[in-house]
């Protein structure tokens, strides 16, 4: 009988546990990314990955997932940086990956945004550089963004970060609306319009290797514009955030050297809202070991996303990070 009644003890014990388990809420996280053909795509899927534990899962030292407990991340699709932190704001995002030229555009209300500014912007991390690809069919060239008048180029969508930063470097060489025929178009879109004659060039920021672009190199075939130092100089006057960088020769099939070109960091953006202790385990959770394998065996950005490089020009850059990934960068030795 005693045999019998701690059988049964441990029975109704398990059973607890287990519906306890499953009758936990889940918390459900969304993080706006970007267009499927891009790197924010990818990279979100694979950060909402990591973060999460839903409800009932098996627990991260017997082979679970090692994120946040009871939440679920979900990486939504979007036309990226405009709408993602606009979302943020207006609480229809509880996330989204940004560049930093707009985050902090939007945050102060400046330049596009004037008089409109977005005060609960806060920053979890700095993640990678995304370099702007002008790509132009291949064997063609400009000597400067000056020879885009008059021709077919695709700006971006509308609510990209990549449209409002491209339509200020265009302005400083004389092309605009009125003389270019623009195309607002995601980079799927404008890879297919390239490859069908449609467009002479189309601007698109993200970390290389973008896959939209590299079919498009294996198909038709592509070239991508180097800048001049001096052009990169000149730029990164207008736009501050846009620093000289390189998308390395061989990273898309026939470009074989090295491409110069403006870069701009991508941000995982939260917003104010959002409880300290959940973005502390959010934060702890992107930068676990099981995220890491995560982010390493995915696109190849993820190898650059590193909490070493987590606060790279944060401080400069004038919007805050959330309390919780504060706590956690000055528990973790990052942040003094």
Not at 38 to 55: E, L, M, Q
Request: glycine share 12%.
């Amino acid at each position: 009988m005693a045999i019998k009644k701690s059988l049964l003890l441990a029975m109704v014990s398990a059973t607890l546990v287990t519906s306890a388990a499953f009758a936990q809420s889940p918390t459900f996280f969304r993080i706006g990314t970007g267009g499927a053909g891009g790197t924010y795509f990818p990279i979100g899927g694979t950060i909402a990955n990591g973060i999460s534990a839903p409800p009932g899962a098996r627990p991260c030292d017997e082979g679970g997932q090692c994120g946040v407990p009871g939440l679920i991340a979900i990486a939504q699709s979007t036309t990226a940086s405009v709408f993602n932190n606009a979302a943020v704001q207006n609480g229809e995002l509880e996330a989204g990956l940004a560049a930093a030229d707009v985050t902090r555009s939007m945050y102060m209300g400046e330049g596009k945004f004037e008089g409109k500014p977005h005060p609960k912007l806060r920053i979890v991390a700095n993640l990678y550089p995304e370099d702007l690809h002008l790509v132009m069919p291949k064997g063609a060239s400009v000597s400067n963004l000056g020879d885009l008048a008059g021709k077919r180029v695709g700006i971006a969508q509308a609510g990209s970060g990549t449209q409002v930063a491209v339509l200020q470097m265009l302005d400083a060489w004389g092309v605009n609306r009125d003389n270019m025929d623009e195309a607002e178009l995601n980079n799927s879109q404008s890879a297919e319009r390239l490859a069908d004659g449609q467009l002479d060039a189309y601007f698109y920021a993200a970390g290389w290797p973008v896959a939209a672009m590299v079919q498009l190199a294996s198909t038709k075939g592509m070239s991508l514009h180097s800048f001049t130092e001096e052009d990169l100089a000149k730029i990164n006057e207008i736009i501050p955030a846009y620093i000289p960088s390189k998308i390395p020769g061989g990273v898309y099939e026939g470009v074989d050297e090295d491409v110069l070109t403006p870069a701009v960091s991508a941000l995982l953006v939260v917003s104010s809202d959002l409880e300290d202790e959940l973005v502390h385990g959010i934060t702890e959770a992107l930068w676990n070991s099981n995220t890491r394998k995560l982010l390493d065996n995915g696109h190849a950005k993820g190898k650059q996303i590193t909490p070493e490089t987590a606060l790279d020009g944060v401080a400069a850059l004038g919007v805050p990070l959330h309390p919780g990934a504060e706590k956690f960068y000055k528990d973790a030795g990052l942040l003094k």
